[in-house]
């Protein structure tokens, strides 16, 4: 069974537009979990631009679900996570210019960080922490290496191409890393671009996969048709009821 993560970076971003206290991402978290969501996914970025520290904060103590802290190597942010202490931390790559997140970490160019930065969250009490890759082998492989002991595949190719024969195609390379992170011990998660008309594709082709993680998709079907009911039909296509 594949658990259902959503995440709520979307409802501060629209909140932070109008630099407003509302809508609050931490009571969007209720509504999702309420609705069924297995957990909560948010990201702290460097430059604050949609989750804050007192978001973080609240989040650690209304969630009920799994919490996943995504988060880039900056020491700052690592010193939140660390103290948050969220189930799973998942590292990804950050650039101030970049709208959401554009590909996966390159962990073969930062092993040394990585090595470095992934035992000070196990030493803080953090039980999973994934890495936010491409299925290309080499950097499944290096994730293993470095100590993480999951990944999260990147499927924002798979969300981006459009004719039917591009998209088996990636979700098959999907399959193929879902399989290697699979035979190397390595839990398999997955996000970026899920929505509701490629899930189905997604979840019949790639194995092994625990949970998705899911926000855009979900936070603008929720402003036409309410977030209880957005996120009780995405439950529906990722855990059958
Ligand atoms: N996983 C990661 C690592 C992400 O950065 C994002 C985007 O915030 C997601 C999953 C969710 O992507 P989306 O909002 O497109 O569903």
């Not at 109008?18 to 909560?40: H, M, N, Q, S, Y």
């Not at 399989?179 to 189905?200: F, I, M, Q, S, T």
């Amino acid at each position: 069974m594949t658990n259902l993560l959503i995440n709520i970076d979307h409802v501060a971003t629209l909140r932070n537009a109008r630099r407003e206290t509302f809508p609050d991402p931490v009571a969007a978290a209720v509504f999702c979990e309420t609705a069924g969501a297995d957990g909560i996914v948010f990201h702290l970025r460097e430059d604050r631009r949609h989750i804050t520290e007192r978001d973080v904060r609240l989040l650690k103590e209304t969630v009920r679900g799994k919490l996943d802290f995504e988060l880039s190597t900056n020491e700052d942010v690592l010193a939140i996570c660390c103290r948050t202490q969220p189930h799973l931390a998942t590292l990804v790559p950050e650039r101030r210019e970049e709208v959401t997140t554009e590909g996966g970490l390159d962990v073969v160019g930062h092993r040394d960080r990585l090595r470095e930065v992934i035992p000070r969250l196990f030493d803080a009490g953090i039980e999973e922490v994934a890495l936010f890759v491409d299925p290309v082998p080499a950097q499944i492989e290096a994730s293993r290496e470095v100590g993480a002991n999951a990944i999260e595949l990147h499927t924002g190719d798979f969300a981006i191409a459009r004719a039917r024969e591009a998209q088996k195609a990636e979700a098959e390379r999907l399959a193929r890393g879902a399989e290697k992170a699979h035979e190397l011990g390595l839990r398999v998660h997955a996000g970026h671009g899920l929505d509701y008309l490629n899930y189905p594709l997604f979840a019949q082709t790639v194995p092994h996969v625990r949970e998705v993680s899911i926000g855009f998709a979900v936070v603008a079907r929720a402003v036409l048709v309410g977030l209880d009911r957005a996120v009780r039909e995405m439950r529906l296509l990722v855990k059958g009821y």
